[in-house]
């Protein structure tokens, strides 16, 4: 109801603040800082009259049938949505008696912590195989899977901020071993430029930039298996394994390999080898074609990076799968908190009586 608040120009503990441009729109905050700060110009300042309940109304506005009205009356300039002022102020919210108001909060402080400290435990969860995942492929494929194994130093040094993080690359290797730089197992190049509005998730071959997978488009440049590493970016060397068609954009260098039985070893040594921090510190990060070519992996016999290709396959592929139920598990809490905040705040849960209605 708008005659619920009005806009101010001061800011004071218990004000809201609405977010109205951009992709955001609708979500909302409650100011809860006693001191001098900045705001930001894409939000709108809501001051509540008394007999409102400030966080009540934060609730409200973070529903998700709200945050979808204000989509649907969203004005679009520039391609970047816009949330008028007069449109927001023609809202209408249920509005409680103010006991339950604070009775609402109470039950959805409640509830949505716990619903957040179940995210907050599997994120952490989901870092910790993450983190396993890595060094696992580490270990694999600089030390192999023979523990008793006699080793050699493999003469590739470490760089100074893996030795001040205690790490080391590659270190010893085990003495059947070899070492080869990138630039005698295949040729580098980059891909092709593409034109962004042309892209459509509709479209059928996927298109690698700079940090990976940005799009689809109808048409492709490579169609053999390669390795495509990101060259431009903030996420720049990361490492992808492609064995269908796609367009590889300029963004990325592409690795075609001689040997085309070690794309498995060299794309588990490359992805483990962080060739992100490679990238220079200029305001665009980048990775060169040089920087890579002279980059050393570890090669063991082809016989035995088949073995060990097939035992980290069938390990991280294990570790995938229980990410993905974790990464499902996390969109379903959301999913359940934001659906829990929406049946409180428009009635069809009545806490007086402690049912649904």
């Known amino acids: 109801n708008r005659n619920g608040w009005q806009l101010s120009p001061e800011y004071t503990i218990g004000d809201l603040l609405v977010v109205r441009v951009g992709a955001g729109i609708g979500n909302s ?3 809860d800082i006693d001191e001098e700060f900045s705001i930001y110009v894409s939000l709108t300042h809501v001051t509540l009259k008394a007999g409102f309940y400030n966080y009540y109304f934060n609730f409200v506005f973070n529903s998700p049938k709200f945050i979808e009205e204000c989509n649907l009356i969203t004005k679009h300039g520039g391609g970047v949505g816009n949330l008028n002022v007069k449109d927001f102020e023609r809202f209408k919210f249920p509005i409680p008696p103010l006991p339950e108001q604070h009775q609402i909060v109470s039950f959805l402080d409640h509830k949505t912590q716990k619903i957040d400290k179940l995210i907050e435990k599997t994120e952490q969860k989901i870092e910790l195989l993450k983190e ?56 580098i190049k980059s891909g092709d430029g593409v034109v962004n509005t042309e892209l459509d998730d509709d479209k059928e071959y996927p298109v690698y930039g700079g940090n990976g997978i940005m799009g689809y488009y109808d048409n492709f440049n490579r169609e ?36 085309k039985e070690i794309y498995d070893w060299a794309y588990y040594s490359l992805d483990t080898r962080e060739l992100n921090t490679l990238r220079n510190q200029n305001t665009q990060p980048l990775i060169t074609s040089t920087l890579l070519k002279n980059e050393s992996i570890p090669y063991p016999p082809e016989n035995e990076q088949t073995q060990i290709v097939s035992f980290l396959d069938h390990k991280t592929q294990k570790i995938d799968i229980t990410i993905e139920k974790e990464t499902q598990r996390i969109e379903l809490l959301k999913e359940y908190r934001q659906s829990l905040i929406s049946e409180v705040v428009t009635g069809k849960i009545d806490l007086s009586a402690d049912r649904q209605v």
Do not use: F
């Open 29 to 31: 905050c409650v100011v």
């Open 132 to 187: 396993k995942r890595t060094a696992l492929i580490n270990h694999c494929v600089t030390k192999g899977l023979n523990p008793d194994v006699e080793m050699k130093d493999s003469g590739v040094p470490a760089r100074a901020e893996q030795r001040e993080a205690g790490r080391e690359w590659i270190g010893e290797i085990p003495s059947g071993w070899d070492t080869k730089k990138v630039k005698y197992l295949g040729s």
């Open 224 to 259: 053999e298996t390669i390795l495509v590493i990101g060259r431009v970016g903030e996420k720049c060397g990361n490492v992808h394994l492609v064995k269908e068609k796609c367009w590889v954009t300029d963004n990325s260098l592409i690795l075609d390999l001689w040997n």
